[in-house]
């Protein structure tokens, strides 16, 4: 079956950084976009970033550009999400999701209702 496992996250200082990984396994993940979200006890999960399968081209929310770098390693089934620059909004718990309608495709989605798996989610904790 399809499992996202998420880690990296943890408490760090304003300013510092953060490098969260999503292993993939259960499916071709080579094929398929990936995004990472994220939410808190007051807001709905919002959008981060997204990328393609190819690796191209990502998409990011306008609040993290410039801090935060979105990869994968297909030859890992990993999906990564390096953040720099961290500031206390961005506080949450952060989820990667797989788009397994996304087989090759150039598409990707900002919404949450274009991705059909989710992780657990790892807690991020950025203090001022």
């Known amino acids: 079956q399809v499992q996202l496992v998420e880690s990296g996250g943890g408490l760090v200082q304003a300013g510092g950084s953060l490098r969260l990984s999503c292993a993939a396994s259960g499916f071709a993940f080579s094929r398929y976009a990936m995004g990472w979200f994220r939410q808190t006890p007051r807001q709905e999960r919002e959008f981060v970033a997204a990328?393609?399968?190819?690796?191209?081209?990502?998409l990011y929310v306008d609040s993290v550009k410039g801090r935060f770098t979105i990869s994968r390693d297909n030859a890992k089934n990993t999906v990564y999400q390096q953040m720099t620059n961290l500031k206390p909004e961005d506080t949450a718990v952060y989820y990667c999701a797989a788009d397994l309608t996304s087989s090759y495709s150039g598409t990707i989605y900002d919404s949450p209702s274009k991705y059909d798996s989710w992780g657990q989610g790892t807690k991020v904790t950025v203090s001022s």
């Open positions: 990328i393609r399968w190819s690796g191209t081209s990502p």
